[in-house]
């Protein structure tokens, strides 16, 4: 997705690379892609540092970013939020886009998932672009709850991009999924 748009990508299997100022200072974007892990922290200064002094950008989707580093609270400040549930496991939901203005969401209709459908714990300063409406059905507590799917949000000089959408990779078989992730990182890196 991101190499089809011109743009270079290098993988990297450690938290380390967060270490590594010479790398750090060269990247234009992080899409962290860790769930449940744990980071030190001094690989997370090394990244929040990046992001916030140096403008590094951050996108990603899914469990991957907002369920990434849990007992980390600024990591998730930077993020805008942190996975709590997903009641009912794999369901349908309505996605409804609320922002047509946004270059990410922009002429994008409202759209069904058959997914896990995120509930978050959210900053409220977050520049929300999609949300999706609990059904009460699994957790009658959230009956009517209004969460937001999509989001971007700045951390110092860092643009941050965040989808809940994507817990599998057939989840980007719906074309807005897909389109959603792509134009958010696009948009991240001002590519967009």
């Known amino acids: 997705m991101l190499e089809a748009a011109g743009l270079t990508v ?9 270490l590594d100022a010479e790398l750090m200072g060269a990247v234009d974007m992080v899409v962290p892609v860790y769930t449940m892990s744990s980071i030190t922290r001094e690989q997370e200064a090394g990244l929040l540092g990046a992001v916030r002094e140096r403008g590094v950008n951050v996108g990603g989707w899914h469990g991957g970013m907002a369920d990434a580093f849990r007992q980390n609270t600024e990591y998730q400040f930077m993020v805008g939020g942190q996975w709590v549930a997903h009641p009912g496991n794999i369901i349908d939901y309505r996605v409804n886009v609320h922002d047509q203005q946004h270059p990410i969401t922009a002429g994008i209709s409202d759209f069904d998932m058959r997914s896990e459908q995120y509930y978050l714990h959210t900053d409220p300063s977050n520049k929300v672009l999609a949300t999706t409406t609990f059904s009460g059905e699994h957790a009658f507590w959230i009956e009517g709850t209004v969460m937001p799917v999509v989001w ?10 965040y989808s809940s959408l994507g817990h599998v990779i057939g989840d980007f078989d719906v074309p807005e999924a897909r389109e959603i992730v792509r134009r958010g990182l696009l948009w991240a890196v001002d590519s967009l």
């Open 152 to 161: 971007t949000r700045s951390y110092g000089k860092g643009k941050i991009f």
């Open 10 to 18: 290098t993988l990297s299997q450690t938290l380390d690379s967060f």
